[in-house]
C-alpha cells in the first residue's frame, strides 16, 4: 500500500565539495525510506551526477520520493562569482523561487550562515523553514563586540522576517546562547553526520600496498577538503623542531580533494622538507575509502586555523578509534579536552606542535574509548536525518 506524501520538502545546496556532499547524500539515503516526506534538491548538477553514478558503490539509496532542479555550472559560477552578500541575495531569491514552483511545504538552507542577509532583504518564503547553522560564533570570547552585536541582530532579524520554524546548531554549546535571541522559532542541537563502514584486514592491506603506506612509521593524517585552514604549513613547520630519530618514526598522508592552484604550493612545499616522508592522494575521497584513510592512520591531526565549529574528522576518528592532535580553539578543542579524544595545541606555534608530537613518540597520547563510541553513535547519519525530520515536520 503506498503512502502519500505528508511534506513536501526542498533543499537548497550550490556546493558540492567537502561536507556539504556527503551531508546530501547522507539525507537522499535516510529520506529515501520515508515516504510520507516528497524531497527536492536544488543542487549542482555536478553533485548530482556524480551521485547516480557512484551510489551503489558508496551504498546509498535513491527512492522515487527524491526529485532535483540541477543548477548547471554558469549558473553555480555565477553565484560563487559575486560578493557574499549580493551571493546571499542571489541565492536565497533562486530558492525561493524554485521552491514556491514547486508548491514545497517546508524548505532547509544546508548552510543557514550564507543566507541571513537575502533572507532579510529578498523574497519572502512561504513555507516552513528550517537551517544547519555552522558557526555561531558571536558568543565566543575572542569575537569583538561589535562583531558579536551585528551577528545577533542579523539571526535575529533574518529569523523573524523567514518565519523561521526550526535552526539546528552544530555547536551544542551555542544553543543556550541562540534561544533567547529567536523567539518562536526553535533551537535544536543537530550531530555531525558520518557514516561508518565495515572494513576489511584484506582490504586495509591493499590500500597500504596501493599507496605505499610504511608499516613501520607512525602515520599522521590530514584528511579532508585540503586548503591553507588544515595546517598543513604548521605541520611541516613543527617537523624543523623534532630530532633526525623522532622524523624516521613517522610519514603525513595527505588525502582529500584540491585545488589545481593549492596542489602545486604544496607540492613546491613538500620539496623543501625532504626528511619528511609525504603521501599526497590529491583526490575525491568517497565511501569506505575515506574510512581507509583513517584505518591507515595512526594519528589524526586537525591542526585547523580558526576553526570554530564542528568537524566530522573528529567523529571519523572516533569510528576508527584514532587518537587526535587538534587545535586547542572553539568546539573542536572544547570536545578533545572534555571527551579525552587526545591532545590539543596552539595550531598556529609550530614549536607547540613538536612538543605535542615528541610526547606522542615517546610516551603516547591516553584516550577514552568509551567516549569515542560515544561520539561515533550520537554522529551518525541516521541521528542526523531523524533530528531534522523531528524538529522540521513534529
Not at 1 to 20: A, N
Amino acid at each position: 500500500m503506498s503512502v502519500s506524501p505528508t511534506y513536501r520538502l526542498s533543499i537548497f545546496d550550490s556546493i558540492d565539495d567537502g561536507h556539504h556532499t556527503d551531508y546530501l547524500a547522507y539525507l537522499i539515503h535516510q529520506f529515501s525510506q520515508k515516504p510520507d516526506v516528497e524531497l527536492l534538491l536544488i543542487v549542482p548538477e555536478s553533485f548530482i551526477q556524480s551521485f547516480k553514478k557512484n551510489r551503489q558503490i558508496w551504498g546509498f539509496d535513491l527512492g522515487n520520493n527524491i526529485h532535483f532542479h540541477p543548477l548547471d555550472a554558469p549558473t553555480v559560477q555565477r553565484l560563487h562569482g559575486q560578493s557574499i552578500y549580493k551571493r546571499s541575495l542571489a541565492e536565497w531569491n533562486l530558492y525561493v523561487d524554485i521552491s514556491e514552483a514547486w508548491e514545497a511545504s517546508h524548505g532547509l538552507l544546508m548552510y543557514f550562515d550564507y543566507f541571513q542577509l537575502g533572507m532579510l532583504l529578498g523574497k519572502k518564503a512561504h513555507f516552513q523553514l528550517g537551517g544547519i547553522y555552522f558557526r555561531p560564533n558571536f558568543y565566543y570570547r575572542k569575537a569583538s563586540w561589535t562583531s558579536a552585536f551585528i551577528k545577533k541582530w542579523m539571526l535575529r532579524l533574518s529569523t523573524f522576517r523567514s518565519s523561521m520554524k526550526v535552526l539546528f546548531s552544530l555547536d551544542h554549546k551555542a544553543v543556550k546562547h541562540i534561544r533567547p535571541l529567536l523567539g518562536k522559532t526553535q533551537v535544536l542541537r543537530i550531530s555531525d553526520p558520518v557514516r561508518a563502514y565495515e572494513v576489511s584486514a584484506e582490504e586495509l592491506s591493499a590500500f597500504r600496498e596501493q599507496w605505499h603506506i610504511p608499516a613501520n612509521k607512525k602515520v599522521c593524517l590530514i584528511f579532508g577538503y585540503l586548503d591553507p585552514r588544515k595546517g598543513i604549513e604548521a605541520f611541516l613547520q613543527a617537523t624543523q623542531h623534532l630530532t633526525a630519530d623522532e622524523l624516521s618514526q613517522i610519514c603525513l598522508l595527505v588525502a582529500g580533494a584540491i585545488s589545481p592552484a593549492y596542489q602545486a604550493h604544496l607540492e613546491k612545499l613538500f620539496q623543501q622538507f625532504p626528511e619528511v616522508e609525504v603521501i599526497p592522494i590529491f583526490q575525491e575521497i568517497k565511501g569506505k575509502d575515506i574510512q581507509l584513510c583513517f584505518e591507515a592512520a595512526d594519528l589524526v591531526l586537525m591542526l585547523y586555523q580558526n576553526h570554530v565549529g564542528m568537524s566530522s574528522v573528529l567523529v571519523r576518528a572516533s569510528i576508527s578509534q584514532k587518537v587526535v592532535l587538534g587545535t586547542h580553539y572553539g568546539l573542536l578543542g572544547k570536545l578533545i579536552q572534555s571527551m579525552q579524544l587526545g591532545l590539543v595545541v596552539d595550531a598556529q606555534n609550530p614549536i607547540q606542535i613538536a612538543e605535542q608530537l615528541e610526547q606522542y613518540l615517546n610516551l603516547g597520547i591516553g584516550y577514552s574509548k568509551e567516549q569515542m563510541e560515544k561520539m561515533a553513535h550520537e554522529n551518525s547519519e541516521l541521528a542526523f536525518a531523524n533530528t531534522l525530520y523531528q524538529g522540521l515536520f513534529l
